[in-house]
């Protein structure tokens, strides 16, 4: 296992925590807790090979997050001194008194066992930020070119994170982690007779380090030896006739569908309206749980924080809590939600399991995504073989818009690529698709799941959620799946053409 | 005091250099042909609250240190969070390093000059905190109150924050900009959750704030939506509120970089080559606007450019923003614009701005004027997710949220089904055959990126809401 940065451990970051939360104990917090982050982003973006962005950032400082008198106090500093961690324990607690008439609700946290003195850091082998960015371009700038000769421009961008917390609380826990996310994305661009189109690599982000763009976990080079083909196959492709198709979903597509429909709609903050002003509430609400039948039987779904390489993988989260690995959907029916400490106690579910998450040092945390993943079938069909069976449908690549409503009911996304299927088999590229269903409908009309060998980790870093808005990264597992009976658009004739 | 201009504090504590210190000695340290210095500290203070309760809250501050080195054509932008004194050189000779290894920009231009120092270069930043929630706090507690008694629910979240941005260059620019936001949302449900309204006011210090006449508002549409009245998908007359203008609007502005319709791959590029500036987009004389010295939506009156991108360039920092129109009269009139991309095009170097201002003919009505001129149509609130489906036409998809009502012979007669939408909102500038008085609003969508609007309502005679959501 990798260490912990030495200049990481080299701040002061037991004498702040103990001031601070010396401090809140003084004035009456009843719970403190104090994290520390540095994240460190490096973006590079080139357009046709040559250079056209770079920005190396970090993002460091510390917040104090207290309950008072039955109510939150949270606030953050960025001074590296005891006197300076006390002074933001003060302002936590003053947040608090100026809050607690609007506060209806005394905050009482689920008990998790104290972790004293852990380390964790994910696994990767190469710290991005050890290889030159030079280097980086070099390689970008070479597989755009290449991708050049097949399109009239091309985008390519690699972004790269390191984040690193240390975390302590009055109860006892003191947890130190590191760990590094990278995304390299290329896309290419052509023009045709009626207008445009492009297509963008398949690779997930990932929770490793360099190696990724140097033939661990991806091979770059067949992908971008096939994009140029693809590409003008796209282009010359006849556009889809709109109505109602079964549909092969690859999991380079089905991981947004099921971040979009099923991890959002199983966050219990949704679903008991804590979110109900900014990103919505959900269908699946609490009463339902244990009863609502989300999906066909071959629906399994899991929220987890331990998968290797998952981006939302860690080993404690933001309080305190020890990552865990837990059912959502079991044989088609909810059985669980994702939870933080509040809710946990609030709904009587024990222990949290573990999904409180800030982005960054100036932010509270909130509950945010596990890796939520759908299992494949053990022995199930390949790709191929969930294709052979469909009589006349479409197979559909690689994730672009996507949209849902705000208790994710209703969704419409797009892709990279869709296929059309004709007794059994492929038939050649469609353009101007999207798929739209309502999320029970769609999950229910899911008759089969693949294989092991179709499980791909796919994945983001953006996820958006909460006031101030916050963004996390979260990757989900699935199969290829095959649905019937799905409703696509054309969405040229959705443009009123 | 050191050198760096380290002083010592009350309590025997190190100080921080302040802003313009750190500016001028990053701009000394840098051993590189030309150099941009940006320092932006930023203070916020937030409350969420759910149900009638607060569930979140906080304060904080930052301060973000960015060196933009140049070295030729080389250019390394090194940009650090909370920077120490002694740190100050490491960064600066990172950015310097990093310019020198670069490969050439291709937006490379000499530095911005002549520009006379900001008259308040020098005042220290005076951070907001949680006070400035001292009066509305308790009459955000009386709302909940009186919405616990009224049977409703309020969620929502209230934000302020002042960024103070400096801004020095080697070729002598000093300018600061300190720019103060403020928004509150409120969104009221009925107490089976069954009904739900919005509404959301941007603000520089929540003085102008009245919790109570917004919650009034609410209060009201939640009694429209007692009656209800199921819609089949289809194409609708259709009236948009300000906001629901200002999100379709925002994101026709951020598409509306001129090197992507130059490379042919935006709705604004033109067949065979170059783009559509001075074809006419809209049926009426619609001007989209923007200008950074607009009342109530003022924002910094020069280029702040972090990192180069399609739509920006770090050389343009300081470049003076004036007034300027996107589209003239209903007539495409400028595209967002770097000096780079502005000699590519032949056209004006006309930068991003931070607002937004629509306008229609002189005359136009508010949004009751227009309910009460409409024969049967929908009245939306806010729309939702808005997400590009095909760039081409900048077809977007989205929802409608909290509240579509059902206008008949003037009057709402009650709420309809929420519907996903399929729009064009460049397509619909040539559809529009009303637009009201403009007025400063907030966008629901957009609002954590861009809130300084001012938007008119308009009439849609056939928006085409795709699909029914069942969301409520």
Redo the contacts between chains.
Sequence with gaps: MRQIDPDFLDLPLRQLADAALQRARDLGAEHADFRLERVRAETLSLYDARLEGAMDADDLGYAVRVVKGGTWGFAAGIHLTPQAAATVAEQAVRVAEVSAPINREPIELAPEPVHSEVVWVSSYDVDPFDVPSADKVTLLADWSAGLLKGADHVSARLLQVKEQKFYADTAGTVTTQQRVRVHPALNAMKAHESGFDDMSTLAPPVGRGYEYLTGTGWDWQAELAALPELLAEKLAAPSVEAGDYDLVVDPSNLWLTIHESIGHATELDRALGYEAAYAGTSFATFDQLGELVYGSPVMNVTGDRTVTHGLSTIGYDDEGVQGQSFDIVKDGVLVGYQLDRRMALLKGLGRSNGCAFADSPGHMPIQRMANVSLAPAPGGPSTDELIAGVERGIYIVGDKSWSIDMQRYNFQFTGQRAYKISHGRLAGQLRDFAYQATTTDFWQSMEAVGGPETYVLGGAFNCGKGQPGQVAPVSHGCPSALFRGVRILNTVQEGGK | MSERGERTGR?G??V?ATPQEMVEKALELSANDGCVVLVDEES?A???????????????????L?VISIAGEG????????V?DEQLADVVA?ADA?AR??????DARPLVEGVPESPHWGDAVEPT???V??RF??A??DA?AAAEAGGR?L???A?HSLTSTFLGTSAGLRLRHDQPSGRL???A?SAD?KRSA?TGVSTRDFADVDVAALDSSLARRLEWAKTRVDLPAGRYETLLPPSAVADLMIYLYWSSGARDAL???SVF?KPGGGTRVGERLATLPVTLSSDPGAAGVACAPFVIA?????QSSVFDNGLPLGPTDWIKDGTLDALLQTRYSAQLSGLTVTPGIDNLIMSGPAGGGSLDDMIASTRRGLLVTCL???????P??L?V???T?DGVYLVEHGEVVGEVN?F?F???PV?LLGRVTEVGAGERTLPREWS?YFQRTAMPAVRVPDF?M???????
């Design positions: 309590h504590t190190a921080q916020t937030n409350l969420r609250f759910a149900g009638n309760t607060l569930t979140t809250n906080g304060v904080a501050r930052s301060a973000r960015t250019v390394g932008v090194v940009s650090r969070s909370a120490r990172a990093a290894d670069a490969r050439p920009a291709e905190d949680i006070g929630f001292e706090a308790p955000l507690g909940f629910k969620y929502g979240f934000e949302e409120l969104n449900k959750l919005w490379d042919g791959r590029s972090h990192a180069s991108g399609r939702w997710y808005i997400r590009e489906v095909d081409q036409t077809l998809t989205g929802l949220r929420n996903r399929n729009e064009s397509d954590d085409n795709s699909t029914v959501s069942q969301a409520s």
